[in-house]
């Protein structure tokens, strides 16, 4: 099921958020300072290209610097990318079919504003709390 619902994210919605995080990732990366962001920028893209079978974790070990890192990231292309998954999630949830990718796209609004502090994991890896 997790690869039927990739397939389809990827052909409905998938590959165009990957192309803006990779185009915001190409312009942080040429700006030399804003390198991290960039790389970060190309980490949640390659998520978003694939997102079912994976989730995102908390990074214990992130502090002050992920959240200051955090607010620049909101100013360069977080709220273009997190307006991206909005809109995105919206249309697909107009058919019964994009209800499951919509509610997707919805759940990678807090990555795309937040990245900085947070891990990718494999979801059948995780243990139960």
Known sequence: MRTLLNIIWLVLSGFWMFLGYMLAGVVLCILILTIPWGIASFRI???ALWPF???IVDKPTSGVGSFLGNVVWVILAGWWLAIGHIVTGI??????????LGIASFKLVPISLMPLGKDIVDSRTLQPV
């Open 53 to 55: 079978g994976r989730t």
């Open 91 to 100: 249309a697909l949830c107009i058919t019964i079919i994009g209800i499951p």
């Open 45 to 47: 893209g390659l998520y």
